[in-house]
T-cell receptor
Framework: GENVEQHPSTLSVQEGDSAVIKCTYS??????FPWYKQELGKRPQLIID?????GEKKDQRIAVTLNKTAKHFSLHITETQPEDSAVYFC?????????????FGSGTRLSIRP | GAVVSQHPSWVICKSGTSVKIECRSL??????MFWYRQFPKQSLMLMAT?????????EQGVEKDKFLINHASLTLSTLTVTSAHPEDSSFYIC???????????FGQGTRLTVV
């Protein structure tokens, strides 16, 4: 069945250092991979996404890479800041002929140490 | 981006009662909406896909008779938790895709506490 695995579950980095979160997916029908940031008690906010025909995408301090062959994708945050502290979720969208749905990874709690 | 509004933001109900949660797309029409449940410190688990004008599609393990979904218009989907029990206490979030967008937009979530 569809599954998205995410590692690590918690991550603590020094302010200014980089953070990397990795995800793997099981269904080869997945064609869209968004990353969400969720602060406590709030809705998930899309921070970056990548489609299956692209290998890498960057937006300022945030980048995402995708390896379709290996079925894994990663989030990279450089020059981390205290406001980057949150829970991050990767997700994969499965597209079928009559429907589509987004499956989330288990989440990574990122803490930035001052 | 598109705006999805969820109501109420939080609700406390007695065990055995039913609670209705609304999800509205404010500036676009959504033929499909999604309902997720999130327990503390856990991920968003897809419960069901709500289709306007037809029956919802439930994920494996989700009781359709307990979690009633109605998508009567292109801007409104409702989730009713029937005969709520304390173990139903959770954060329920809806999302919808707007025309022209690939990503899903989330409502602000509803924190349900069953006492």
């Amino acid at each position: 069945g569809e599954n998205v695995e995410q590692h690590p579950s918690t991550l603590s980095v020094q302010e200014g250092d980089s953070a990397v979160i990795k995800c793997t997916y099981s269904d080869s029908a997945s064609n869209y991979f968004p990353w969400y940031k969720q602060e406590l008690g709030k809705r998930p906010q899309l921070i970056i996404d990548i489609r299956s025909n692209v290998g890498e995408k960057k937006d300022q301090r945030i980048a995402v890479t995708l390896n379709k062959t290996a079925k894994h994708f990663s989030l990279h945050i450089t020059e981390t800041q205290p406001e980057d502290s949150a829970v991050y979720f990767c997700a994969a969208k499965l597209e079928y002929s009559s429907a589509s749905k987004i499956i989330f990874g288990s989440g990574t709690r990122l803490s930035i140490r001052p | 981006g598109a705006v999805v509004s969820q109501h109420p933001s939080w609700v406390i109900c007695k065990s055995g009662t039913s609670v209705k949660i609304e999800c509205r797309s404010l500036d676009f029409q959504a033929t499909t909406m999604f309902w997720y449940r999130q327990f503390p410190k856990q991920s968003l688990m897809l419960m069901a896909t709500s289709n306007e004008g037809s029956k919802a599609t439930y994920e494996q393990g989700v009781e359709k008779d307990k979690f009633l979904i109605n998508h009567a218009s292109l801007t409104l989907s409702t989730l009713t938790v029937t005969s709520a029990h304390p173990e139903d206490s959770s954060f329920y979030i809806c999302s919808a895709r707007a025309p022209g967008y690939t990503e899903a937009f989330f409502g602000q979530g509803t924190r349900l506490t069953v006492v």
